[in-house]
């Protein structure tokens, strides 16, 4: 029995492991502000740039000038940024000059701090300033959080560094430390944190190298506040700590960067054009301007685009609007985490925030959100349109809108219950493409949410072709279809699945346009060009309901509009407010108020979810097996187990498989996202033990 029960534990955490990737994506994109003439974007209209809230520091600025929808070179586009001080944080050491540069935070040099010897990374670099030397450092480490060492657990930098205790004198005053880089130890160095009159130079430890063209520069700094000489072990407690890249950013004149080369290089100042590099901005274009930044146009007659930044390392992002410093309304056009459709130019959310005194956005009306559907074009453009909305920053499907003097809108016509925000509810958009597949009557076509539309047969003459759609491996639909017949309409050649959604009838879900279809004598084929699917579990925006702060109050056939009812918000500083899923508040940790909206996107990776060891103690198992092993050595022991106990154990599995059914229910009615096929396989191997243990019959 406690093998089964830690069987059933093991599977549940790698469940709750895969689960928490569920929602993340494989990239963002961070936009700035719509252009349709030449623009200057700054970090207060671009995301991407490099920002510091607290200290307001901003360094980068970009201007495109436009001839005839040409950026001609050399000054089509000029790139600008200057270095700006920042304190460490860690304040003690000072501060030092930071650059943005191609939307990345990059280290340009230490500042001397009149009257004082703290500056200990200024002293002790020789070539304090690299930007003089046309190079920056990225910045990896810069925290004064406090953290203890000791002789056996080094503390890891990075970049393949590590800082050790080797050894702490009896009095605990000497603390002799060591700098390893991938192992070998690159420097050594004695200080005294805990003697009496201690300097900042007593206290911090640096490490100094030369890096390109700079000379003994500090890259590496900790700052130890006391050390500890114990029986057993040394300790020593590290509140500040610092590192630079030791690999330098060249960033000399002449220096090309894609469409971009750098013309100028100051102290403090980097200066890029498109010299050599004529960009005409057509339709439907997205151009690296340098890495980093890129351009995308519309596909539309109009010119319209933006510059944005494309983030693919795993993890948590922020994309934030622009700062406020006191009443303020965010749109698409100043907050890139609402939706927007550059092509079409809809955007439908709207968000107002009214300061009243004390810093207070007072309810009810202190924040108001509005959202209004807009008119959009399938991308299989023959169906017509739909009322497409925003919805706390997301994108969703209000309702089919009918086509005048035509039948090709197919989803319209057979949807009942034709605009789903009439009913308070609003449905994410899965699927909506053009794109041009074969299908087979041995490979269906793999939908969202469980789905797969499968060819069953077709007649000989392949004029009608018999379709299933599956979900979750259980036929919902069947319907016979004729793509290839004389004079086919675009109802038969459109295969559609409806059904009630939520309080509306008779919604299509799932659409499939086929282009022709083939009977062959090994095989039959169809060729899909047009899809559509709406998620079958909606989303409530009925009036009254709450979603944290905010509470739905108005909703019409195309408009929802939220404010916070019966919840004050004080933006004190430092703050970081959840206002609704998908939207918060962030606030600068100085006393003037300055505070924006932000969306968090999770990426996928390894740094996106917990590994199984990190969600919760592993099974009693040699650590290099793999999930699968344990549960499968798991069972073997159960098998091996006397009959009495075999039956008991028999006896719990068969409970818990009895409650798998409405575990099956419940899971129906929720949106399944990539990642969750290894979900079944686990719950398939918790099958597999209980079918093991049944054999003992």
Do not use: C
């Not at 406020?324 to 056009?333: L, P, R, V």
């Not at 041995?442 to 599956?470: C, F, H, M, R």
């Not at 944290?548 to 929802?560: C, G, P, S």
């Not at 899971?667 to 003992?696: C, D, E, H, M, W």
Request: aromatic share 8%.
């Amino acid at each position: 029995m406690k093998k089964l029960t830690a069987i059933t534990f093991t599977s549940m955490v790698l469940l709750l492991a895969t689960a928490m990737a569920v929602g993340a994506v494989d990239s963002v994109e961070i936009r700035g502000k719509v252009a349709t003439e030449g623009a200057t974007w700054t970090a207060d209209d671009f995301a991407g740039f490099y920002y510091d809230l607290d200290d307001n520091i901003k360094t980068e600025e970009l201007t495109t000038t436009l001839t005839d929808n040409k950026l001609a070179e050399p000054n089509g586009v000029v790139y600008t940024t200057t270095a700006q001080k920042a304190d460490f944080e860690y304040e003690p050491w000072g501060s030092y000059n930071v650059i943005g540069f191609m939307a990345e935070k990059y280290f340009a040099g230490y500042l001397d701090t009149p009257d004082t010897t703290d500056d200990v990374l200024f002293h002790e670099s020789k070539d304090e300033n690299v930007l003089s030397d046309e190079q920056v450092l990225q910045i990896l480490v810069d925290n004064d959080d406090e953290r203890t060492l000791t002789s056996g657990t080094p503390l890891d930098l990075e970049e393949g560094y590590e800082l050790a205790i080797s050894a702490i004198d009896i009095d605990g005053n000497k603390v002799y430390l060591e700098l390893r880089k991938d192992g070998t130890v690159v420097d050594s160095k004695v200080i005294s944190p805990s003697k009496d009159g201690a300097t900042m130079k007593d206290k911090t430890y640096y490490y100094k190298k030369d890096v390109g063209d700079s000379k003994d520069v500090v890259i590496v700094a900790a700052h130890f506040k006391n050390a500890f000489r114990g029986a057993d072990t040394n300790l020593a407690t590290v509140d500040g700590l610092w590192q630079l890249s030791d690999t330098p950013k060249d960033v000399s004149e002449n220096t090309e960067y894609d469409k971009m080369t750098i013309q100028t290089v100051t102290a403090d100042t980097i200066i890029m054009n498109n010299e050599d590099n004529d960009i005409t901005l057509s339709k439907n274009k997205d151009i690296t301007l340098m890495p980093g930044i890129s351009i995308r146009t519309a596909d539309a007659d109009e010119l319209r685009y933006y510059i944005y930044k494309e983030i693919t390392e795993p993890g948590v992002h922020e994309i934030r609007g622009d700062v406020a410093t006191g009443t303020y309304t965010w749109d698409a056009d100043n907050f890139a985490g609402f939706y927007y459709d550059i092509d079409d130019n809809i955007k439908t959310e709207e968000l107002t925030a009214t300061i009243t005194g004390e810093n207070k956005l007072s309810e009810p009306n202190g924040v108001v959100y509005t959202t209004t559907a807009q008119k959009a074009d399938f991308e299989y453009e023959a169906w017509g349109s739909y009322n497409v909305i925003g919805f706390m920053a997301e994108k969703y499907f209000a309702g089919y809108l009918d086509t005048p003097d035509t039948t090709d809108d197919v989803l319209f016509h057979e949807s009942k219950d034709e605009n789903v925000l009439s009913d308070e509810q609003v449905l994410q958009i899965l699927v909506d493409n053009d794109d041009e597949r074969t299908l087979t009557s041995g490979t269906p076509l793999d939908l969202e949410e469980g789905y797969e539309l499968a060819i069953s047969a077709i007649d000989i003459d392949g004029n009608k072709v018999y379709l299933e759609l599956q979900k979750d491996g259980v036929v919902v639909d069947s319907k016979v279809i004729s793509p290839s017949k004389t004079g086919a309409t675009m109802k038969d050649k459109t295969y559609y699945y409806k059904r009630d959604i939520g309080d509306s009838k008779d919604v299509v879900i799932v659409a499939a346009h086929f282009k022709n279809a083939f009977r062959g004598s090994d095989t039959n084929l169809a060729t899909v060009d047009g899809l559509w699917q709406l998620s079958d579990t909606p989303k409530d925006v009925s009036e009254n309901t709450e979603y944290d702060k905010m509470t739905i109050q108005t909703v019409t056939a195309d408009t929802i509009i939220m404010n916070n009812e019966d919840n004050d918000i004080t933006l004190s500083k430092n703050k970081d407010i959840v206002l609704m899923p998908g939207i918060s508040i962030r606030t600068a940790d100085a006393d003037e108020l300055r505070y924006y909206i932000y969306k968090e996107v999770t990426i996928e990776g390894e740094e996106a979810a917990p590994t199984p060891a990190e969600a919760a103690p592993a099974v009693d198992e040699t650590e290099d097996k793999t999930a699968v092993e344990k549960v499968e050595t798991a069972v073997a022991e159960e098998v091996n187990k006397t009959e009495e106990e075999a039956k008991a154990v028999e006896e719990k599995a068969k409970e818990e498989v009895k409650a798998e059914p409405e575990k099956e229910e419940e899971n129906k009615t929720a949106p399944q996202a990539p990642g969750f096929s290894s979900i079944f396989a686990l719950t398939g191997l918790l099958a597999v033990a209980y079918l093991v243990l049944s054999r003992r019959d």
